[in-house]
């Protein structure tokens, strides 16, 4: 069954077990790899998601509760900006995930995603010949996403729809 675009990113989002079972477990060696240079930002106020959610202390006055020093009596987030950045070339991959600057409270996550391909092959042990190199050519629509490795955490998905549209 093959799903194009959007409709994969939301069977990998609202599915927690998606990727466990359509992720190939065994590397292999990589032949030609080709994948186009793009760019992906977003920025949005996530407050009212978060509230969706379930996350309201944060926007109470009981905020104090949750910080190590208390910065003053009633304090409250108003707000929670998110902005999340990639840019794919020949260099590599350059991943930014930050809250702006001019936030009183505000973290920054600066990390490097790698990417690498896999192939999941047969269950039983072979003594036969390696496997030939694996060519991944990214000439038709894909998503991509940035996965914490140990915890298995997807950070971010996203799709290209059209990737030879320069």
């Not at 996530?46 to 202390?57: E, H, Q, R, T």
């Not at 000439?139 to 940035?146: G, N, R």
């Amino acid at each position: 069954m093959q799903m194009m675009g959007s409709a994969l990113v939301d069977k990998v989002c609202s599915k927690p077990d998606f990727l466990d079972r359509h992720y190939p477990y065994s590397k292999v060696e990589v032949g030609d790899f080709t994948i186009p240079r793009f760019k992906f930002s977003i920025y949005f106020e996530a407050s009212k998601v978060l509230k969706d959610l379930g996350l309201v202390l944060p926007f109470t006055s009981n905020v104090t509760e949750m910080l190590y020093s208390t910065p003053a009596e009633d304090a409250y987030i108003s707000g929670i900006l998110h902005e999340f950045f990639i840019k794919v070339n020949e260099d590599g991959t350059e991943v930014l995930r930050q809250m702006p600057q001019h936030l009183k409270l505000s973290w920054f996550l600066h990390e490097a995603a790698a990417i690498s391909a896999v192939v999941l092959l047969g269950s039983s042990l072979s003594t036969g010949p390696p496997p030939q190199k694996m060519d991944f050519v990214a000439d038709h629509p894909f998503i991509f996403l940035i996965r914490e490795e140990n915890t298995k955490m997807v950070h971010h998905v996203g799709h290209v729809l059209n990737p030879l549209a320069g």
